[in-house]
């Protein structure tokens, strides 16, 4: 088999590999692009290559099809490379539980993180909704707390209930939804209510406990301990912060030399930050892998180079795509960097 380096020399003029933090080192260091879920969001808007090879879960390709030209093509080096907490939020069901949410002639305002699949993105394109990340989901809720009367915020709980107290929101205007029977038991939206949680978590950063925190206080006390907004409301609050995986990034690069930092989130990130900065005892919280996303191996990768010319893209059908891009681009637009 020709290597991967020999791959990418043969399509340079034409492709751009993008890849997640949470993708393996041999992975990203072959990556023309590297980030969390907004900043390749905002990549595949600028990017002119022919070729897109999304490394993530499939969601992600999804969502750089939807925002690619018809003219580029956006593949997944893994198709089963999926994501469980994409799949907690099935489209008909969303779309009965916002039937009933608006039974009272409420303004319900969908917004989805871009963990979701295609079609729970266009359900919110639809109905006048929005695409969040962890990176800008406070600005997100803000946002569609501004539009409506109240937010159904989906697919994750733990990421909605940890936005809506970062922005202020006491408890008692917070609610988790009761899906179960399709969706029954879920009542007209009631005035006092603004956000109302969708009962899906990411498989991984859920594992995350408050004992966990615990254990990294007790023995090292000194460290400061950091997670991502995904874990539980608890772990966050027992936290010294939280953020995506570009402020764990961030905040590890400038924590001072002799420091020790723990950080709670996907392992691939934690170790590659213990490599980048061995000047910083950095560990995990929790050692936690996304089975997922090693799905996308370099031999994956390589083979997916390989017949690039012949190989189906990632699709998505033309009604789907663009109430789905209308989600994407709300998110894009209220996202915005000052300069643009």
């Known amino acids: 088999m020709t290597s991967l380096a020999q791959q990418i020399a043969r399509h340079q003029h ?12 041999a992975i990203v260091e072959h990556a023309h692009f590297v980030g969390d879920s907004l900043e390749l969001a905002r990549q595949v808007t600028e990017l002119a290559a022919e070729h897109i090879v999304f490394c993530g879960v499939h969601f992600m390709a999804e969502s750089a099809a939807i925002l690619a030209r018809p003219e580029q093509k956006v593949h997944a080096p893994v198709l089963q490379a999926g994501c469980v907490m994409a799949n907690m939020a099935p489209a008909p069901l969303v ?23 295609a079609a729970i993105k266009a359900v919110v394109g639809r109905a006048g909704g929005a695409v969040c990340t962890s990176a800008n989901a406070q600005r997100m809720l803000q946002w569609a707390l501004e539009q409506g009367d109240c937010v159904l915020f989906l697919p994750d709980a733990n990421l909605g209930a940890n936005t809506a107290r970062a922005i202020g929101l006491p408890q008692t ?15 007209a939206a009631q005035a006092d209510v603004r956000v109302y949680l969708w009962p899906g978590c990411c498989a991984v950063h ?13 023995k090292f006390p000194q460290a400061r301990i950091l997670v991502h907004p995904e874990c539980r409301p608890e772990v966050v609050a027992a936290a010294d912060g939280a953020g995506s995986t570009s402020y764990l990034i961030r905040e590890a690069a400038q924590t001072p030399a002799g420091s020790t930092l723990a950080i709670g989130t996907e392992d691939n990130l934690v170790a590659r930050l ?15 892998l996304c089975s ?33 891009r209308l989600a994407l681009e709300r998110m894009l637009t209220a996202c915005a960097p000052p300069n643009r």
Request: glycine share 2%.
């Open 95 to 117: 779309e009965a539980v916002l039937a009933r949410l608006t039974r009272s002639g409420a303004r319900v305002i969908p917004l989805t993180y871009v963990n979701s699949s």
């Open 206 to 218: 859920h594992k995350i406990r408050l004992e966990d925190i615990q254990a990294v206080r007790a």
């Open 274 to 288: 213990a490599r980048r900065h061995p000047e910083v005892r950095i560990l995990p919280v929790r050692r936690v």
């Open 14 to 25: 034409r492709l751009a590999i993008l890849a997640h933090h949470y993708q393996a080192d």
């Open 292 to 324: 997922n996303m090693a799905k996308t191996d370099v031999h994956a990768l390589t083979a997916k180079l390989q017949e690039l010319d012949t190989a189906q893209p990632v699709r998505v059908d033309a009604a789907t795509a663009a109430a789905a």
């Open 173 to 187: 205007s917070i609610e988790r939804l009761d899906i179960c029977a399709g969706g029954l038991h879920v009542p």
